[in-house]
């Protein structure tokens, strides 16, 4: 079945890059999406990819897919304070639902 | 990006009552709309997607006659959680998309605790 694994954790310091990991099983998905949730709060879209592109750069945000290993990564480049937050990545599925990950909780220390 | 609003943001209810979370989709015309539940520490599981003026569709193991969605507009859904136990106890996000439409937009979430 549909399957997204994320690590669970991960933590940098202010400035620095941050690199947030995703394998997905589904070849079929046609997008992949990152999303940002801060506490208690909604998920915020950051950034989607077309299956069919391997790098997507949005300001601080490059999206890497590896469709061959089912593999997307989001950079944050010149990472800060308040990018801490858990990060979701999803991949698309049949009707338009999202298959998400467990999300990675990104600590950044100043 | 266009704006879900989700009502309540936080509800305190006691066992046995029932509670009504609404989303609202505020500049554009959600024709599918996803509810999903989130536990603490957790990802979002999907609970059901409904599409407008269509019976929902609940993923498997969710009580349908438990958890009631109404999609009865283009800008509204609603989720009712009938008879809520603390089990129910949890983090409900909708999200919404119009048409054939890449995104999907999220609400802010609602926080239901059963008391």
């Known amino acids: 079945g549909e399957d997204v694994e994320q690590s669970l954790f991960l933590s940098v310091r202010e400035g620095d890059s941050s690199v947030i990991n995703c394998t997905y099983t589904d070849s079929s998905s046609t997008y992949l999406y990152w999303y940002k949730q801060e506490p208690g709060a909604g998920l915020q879209l950051l950034t989607y990819i077309f299956s069919n592109m391997d790098m997507k750069q949005d300001q601080r945000l490059t999206v890497l897919l590896n469709k061959k290993d089912k593999h997307l990564s989001l950079r944050i480049a010149d990472t800060q304070t308040g990018d801490s937050a858990i990060y979701f990545c999803a991949e698309s599925s049949q009707g338009g639902k999202l298959i998400f990950g467990q999300g990675t909780e990104l600590s950044v220390k100043p | 990006g266009a704006v879900v609003s989700q009502h309540p943001s936080r509800v305190i209810c006691k066992s046995g009552t029932s509670v009504k979370i609404e989303c609202r989709s505020l500049?554009?015309?959600?024709?599918?709309m996803f509810w999903y539940r989130q536990f603490p520490k957790q990802s979002l599981m999907l609970m059901a997607t409904?599409?407008?003026?269509?019976?929902?569709?609940?993923e498997q193991g969710v009580e349908k006659d438990k958890f009631l969605i109404n999609h009865a507009s283009l800008t509204l859904s609603t989720l009712t959680v009938t008879s809520a136990h603390p089990e129910d106890s949890s983090f409900y996000i909708c999200?919404?998309?119009?048409?054939?439409?890449?995104?999907?937009?999220f609400g802010q979430g609602t926080r239901l605790t059963v008391v």
């Open positions: 999200s919404a998309r119009e048409g054939v439409a890449t995104e999907a937009f």
């Open positions: 409904s599409n407008e003026g269509s019976k929902a569709t609940y």
């Open positions: 500049d554009f015309q959600a024709t599918t």
